[in-house]
Each structure stands twice: as C-alpha cells, then as structure tokens.
C-alpha cells in the first residue's frame, strides 16, 4: 500500500458533525423554499476498497420527495457548501491542526433520492 493510500485509509469513517449542510438553507432564497423539508447533511468519508479512494457524502433526510428543480436546487447548494463553506471550514480546521484534508471533487457529485 503506498502512503497516499494509506492516508485515504487512515480517513475512512471521518465525519465532520460540527456543522450541518441543512443548518444554512434558510439563508438562501431558492433554498429557503425547500428548508422545511431537508434536515441533516453531515460531510462524511468512506474509504473504497475496490477503487483505492476515499468518497465523501453528504446525506440529507426529507420530510417529502424534492421534484427534479428542488433537486437541482439542493446540488447547486451543495457544491457551493462543499467548496465555500461548510467544506472550507472543515478543510481549514483540519488544516490549522496539521491535520490530513481531502480534496472534495465536486465534480463526480451524484445525487440519489430513495425513499
């Protein structure tokens, strides 16, 4: 195993619960709209075996299925909370405490909505 793997092993079960993705909806004006039915949405980390990487997740309860452009919606929120917020505040605390941060690539997001 070479030593990046061993670090994305090493970060395998992270949760960063200091913050909630949901926490913020009611400050966004198309978010507001979906806010009392989204609840949760703690940054989490789980190291693939099969793949050799660490894949982040964010998890949302809903009081009620979102229709695609509510989707859309809480996507859009999401890469903005991973990239300039809740993310930059969890890469930044790990970061003052010399601690490993992982990269959140945004680009591969999915989304699935089960009931």
Do not use: C
């Amino acid at each position: 195993m070479t030593k990046d793997q061993a670090i994305l092993k090493s970060l395998d079960g992270l949760r960063y619960e200091d913050e909630e993705f949901s926490d913020y909806l009611y400050d966004g004006e198309e978010t507001s709209n979906i806010a009392d039915h989204v609840t949760g949405g703690v940054l989490s980390f789980e190291y693939d075996i099969a793949s050799g990487s660490l894949i982040g997740s964010v998890e949302y309860q809903l009081s009620r299925a979102l229709s695609s452009d509510e989707v859309a919606i809480l996507k859009e929120y999401t890469i903005e909370q991973l990239l300039d917020g809740i993310g930059s505040n969890f890469s930044q605390e790990r970061g003052l405490d010399g601690q490993a941060t992982p990269f959140i690539n945004h680009e591969q997001l999915s989304f699935e909505q089960t009931s």
